[in-house]
T-cell receptor
Framework: GAGVSQSPRYKVAKRGQDVALRCDPI?????LFWYQQALGQGPEFLTY????????KSGLPSDRFFAERPEGSVSTLKIQRTQQEDSAVYLC??????????????FGPGTRLTVT | DAKTTQPPSMDCAEGRAANLPCNHS???????VYWYRQIHSQGPQYIIH???NNETNEMASLIITEDRKSSTLILPHATLRDTAVYYC?????????????FGQGTRLTINP
C-alpha cells in the first residue's frame, strides 16, 4: 500500500518568506509526527498529533513554527519568516495506535528546505 | 529516555555479518531498545526492537546483554543496500510510547 508522502520534496525560500510543508500519512494511522534533520545530524522531534489533537509540541524551536492536522489526516507544518537556520530536511512519520505494527513509525521521504 | 552511545562509523565486507554495537548503560527496566536505519536521501526505517530477550526478524537480529546495558544489531549477510546510518534508540514503554530521540548513529559502509 501507499506509504507516507510529503510535498514538496524540495523547497527553496528566501529569508523572511513563509513556507508550508505537507504530509499525507498512511491511511488510518492515528499518530503523526514531525521531525527536523539538520545536515549530518539525526532527526529531532518537533511535534506529535493523535488524530487532530496536537498532544506534544515541545520540540518546536520557536513560535515561527506551527503545525496543524485539522481533520486528523493530512498535516501541514508552517514556518513563518524563515531564517537560514531553518534549512533542514523535515520528516513526517505516522503510526498505528494499536495493533501488531503500532511500535513502528513509518517515515516519509522528507522535504528538504533551503533558506537563502 | 536513556542516552545511547554508538561508534560514528563502521565498515563491513559484502556478504559478511555486520555487528553494530550500542551502549545504553543508564537504561531503565521499562525501556525498550529500538533500531532504525536511514539510507541516503530517505526517511528512517524501522528494523527491530526488544526489551530483554534476543529478537530476530527478516532484516536483522538484536542481541541484548543480560544486564541490558548494551546491545548489538546483527545484519547476517550484509549487502551493498545495507549501507546506511543506523540509529540505536532507547525509549520508555512499548507500542504506545511516542516520540523517537535519535542520536548521531553509526554510518555503516558495506564494501564490495
Amino acid at each position: 500500500g501507499a506509504g507516507v508522502s510529503q510535498s514538496p520534496r524540495y523547497k527553496v525560500a528566501k529569508r523572511g518568506q513563509d513556507v508550508a510543508l505537507r504530509c499525507d500519512p498512511i491511511s488510518g494511522h492515528v499518530s503523526l509526527f514531525w521531525y527536523q534533520q539538520a545536515l549530518g545530524q539525526g532527526p529531532e522531534f518537533l511535534t506529535y498529533f493523535q488524530n487532530e489533537a496536537q498532544l506534544d509540541k515541545s520540540g518546536l524551536p520557536s513560535d515561527r513554527f506551527f503545525a496543524e492536522r485539522p481533520e486528523g489526516s493530512v498535516s501541514t507544518l508552517k514556518i513563518q519568516r524563515t531564517q537560514q537556520e531553518d534549512s533542514a530536511v523535515y520528516l513526517c512519520a505516522s503510526k498505528e495506535r494499536r495493533g501488531p505494527s503500532s511500535y513502528e513509525q513509518y517515515f516519509g521521504p522528507g522535504t528538504r528546505l533551503t533558506v537563502t | 529516555d536513556a542516552k545511547t552511545t554508538q561508534p560514528p562509523s563502521m565498515d563491513c565486507a559484502e556478504g559478511r555479518a555486520a555487528n553494530l554495537p550500542c551502549n545504553h548503560s543508564t537504561i531503565s527496566g521499562n525501556e525498550y531498545v529500538y533500531w532504525y536505519r536511514q539510507i541516503h536521501s530517505q526517511g528512517p526505517q524501522y528494523i527491530i526492537h526488544g526489551l530483554k530477550n534476543n529478537e530476530t526478524n527478516e532484516m536483522a537480529s538484536l542481541i541484548i546483554t543480560e544486564d541490558r546495558k548494551s546491545s548489538t544489531l546483527i545484519l547476517p549477510h550484509a549487502t551493498l543496500r545495507d549501507t546506511a546510518v543506523y540509529y540505536c534508540i532507547v525509549r520508555a514503554g512499548g507500542p504506545g510510547a511516542q516520540k523517537l530521540v535519535f542520536g548521531q548513529g553509526t554510518r555503516l559502509t558495506i564494501n564490495p
